[in-house]
């Protein structure tokens, strides 16, 4: 996965996934940042808690599929 949240990216980020930023600002708004940001981290660091992906980019880990 790419790992590219980082602090000098983050407003190319918000420009290059408009529907992903408008969906985490509005579980920001619903939610609070306290809860979202954590698991957002978590996702960027390895952990698969948050995944997005959009015109190409990718951002988080992906959860392993699970087989029935």
């Known amino acids: 996965m790419s790992n590219i949240a980082k602090n000098s ?3 190319n980020l ?3 996934m408009p529907v992903t930023t408008a969906f985490i600002d509005a579980l920001r708004a619903a939610f609070g940042a306290d809860a979202i940001n954590p698991s957002i981290k ?4 390895g952990q698969p808690t948050f995944y997005a992906s959009e015109n ?9 599929k699970v087989q029935a």
């Open 42 to 45: 978590s996702g960027i660091n």
């Open 56 to 64: 190409g980019i990718e951002v988080g880990t992906k959860a392993k």
């Open 14 to 16: 918000r420009e290059a």
């Open 9 to 11: 990216q983050k407003s």
